[in-house]
């Protein structure tokens, strides 16, 4: 498991020396997870301990947001004063998406295989 | 005989400074929103992301605590966002056969899907006439939160609030997601999970993997995808067109 943590922390690292010495516009970890991947494919296989740390890791993925969700307490004022607006754009928004998402997605996985 | 008297005050201000008591808060109140889950049958709507910040909102507020203090214990949990990201690359290795041919339908889905779930919530709130930076606040909210608020600066909206619709939006999209996903008879697990992802990030991303194996990769790539082409076209399009 520890070997595991020193692999995915490996990655992250080296992915937030590359966002930031190429001035990329995205985040390290995301470039962390390129990393990991090619690494993956290079080596032909995931290694049983990191199959399993990841797995663990990512079954729990949701409680990894929930320290960052309760800032929404600092911003109650706000909130309250642009409750409707936020509330329709956001459903709106993402329900939008979702069924653009999914409805392009699923017509050319039909399409082209 | 001298029995010390308990000084209450002093044990709360121990608690209230020390990261252990909002750690194991945090933990607690996961457990919990999982446990309420279970209790209502995995029913999308009760999301355990919600539920728990909800929880442990409601409590910083009776208790008075500040945010800051809490966070000061709560960045443990926070800190591990950044290795999870990481760790999608695994899911994504074991369905990358199956995602390969897929490749190019998965681009222009989550290339297409993702702007609209931008601009579709950018065009709700111009047309309530929103402020300008709540509006360019709204604009990356599908994206995850990190990324997010980076574009959120560099489009002048402002990036705690950002952060704020952003996880409103993964709990909308987790919440009530498959109900909409049943109504248009999507029921392809694969674009399903693509959908997810890209509309509703990490959150619903977590929903996913919880679900399906396939639709959570999808869920990861969706995610992920989206997150880099937002950063790079959102700043972009947002100079030509507001």
Redesign the interface.
């Known amino acids: 498991m520890i070997a595991a943590l020193a692999t995915l922390l490996c990655c992250q690292l080296a992915g937030e020396l590359l966002a930031r010495l190429l001035h990329l516009p995205v985040p390290g970890p995301v470039i962390g997870m390129v990393i990991l991947f090619a690494a993956l494919v290079a080596r032909g296989r995931v290694p049983e301990a990191l199959g399993r740390t990841t797995d663990t890791l990512l079954t729990h993925l949701g409680l990894l947001y929930v320290p960052a969700g309760v800032g929404l307490v600092l911003f109650l004022p706000l909130l309250a004063q642009n409750w409707l607006t936020l509330l329709l754009a956001v459903v709106g928004g993402t329900l939008a998406g979702i069924a653009a998402t999914g409805l392009i997605a699923e017509f050319l996985f039909r399409r082209w295989g | 005989m001298d029995v010390p008297v308990p000084d209450l005050k002093e044990l709360w201000v121990y608690l209230a400074r020390e990261p252990l008591a909002a750690l194991t808060v945090?933990?607690l109140?996961?457990l919990a929103a999982l446990r309420l889950q279970r209790l209502l049958r995995l029913h999308p709507l009760a999301?355990?992301?919600l539920m728990?910040?909800l929880l442990?909102?409601c409590g910083?507020?009776l208790t008075g605590v500040q945010?800051r203090d809490?966070?000061q214990g709560?960045?443990f949990?926070?800190f591990?966002?950044?290795?999870?990201?990481?760790?999608?690359?695994?899911?994504?290795?074991?369905e990358?056969n199956g995602l390969r041919?897929?490749l190019?339908?998965?681009l222009?889905?989550?290339l297409?899907?993702?702007m609209?779930?931008?601009w579709?919530?950018?065009a709700?709130?111009l047309a309530?006439h929103?402020a300008p930076e709540?509006v360019a606040s709204?604009a990356p909210?599908?994206v995850?939160?990190?990324?997010a608020m980076?574009i959120a600066e560099r489009i002048g909206g402002l990036p705690?609030?950002t952060?704020?619709?952003v996880?409103?939006?993964?709990?909308?999209?987790a919440a009530?997601?498959p109900a909409?996903?049943n109504l248009?008879r999507?029921?392809?697990w694969?674009?399903?999970g693509?959908?997810?992802g890209?509309?509703?990030h990490?959150?619903g991303?977590?929903?996913a993997?919880?679900v399906n194996a396939q639709a959570?990769a999808f869920a990861g790539l969706?995610m992920?995808l989206n997150?880099?082409l937002s950063?790079?076209l959102l700043?972009v399009l947002w100079k030509l067109f507001m």
């Not at chain 2, 591990?80 to 074991?94: E, S």
């Not at chain 2, 995850?144 to 990324?147: A, L, Q, S, Y």
């Open positions: 945090t933990l109140a996961w999301n355990p992301v728990a910040i442990l909102a910083l507020l945010y809490y966070f709560a960045q949990v926070h591990l966002l950044g290795p999870a990201t990481v760790a999608l690359a695994v899911p994504l290795y074991r990358w041919r897929a190019p339908a998965v222009t889905a989550v297409l899907g993702g609209a779930a931008a579709a919530g950018v709700v709130a309530l929103a709540i709204l909210r599908s995850t939160t990190p990324v980076g705690s609030l952060a704020a619709v996880l409103s939006s993964g709990a909308t999209g009530l997601g909409l996903m248009l999507l029921r392809d694969r674009a399903r693509l959908a997810i890209t509309a509703s990490g959150i991303t977590a929903r993997i919880s959570g969706g992920g997150a880099l950063a790079i700043p």
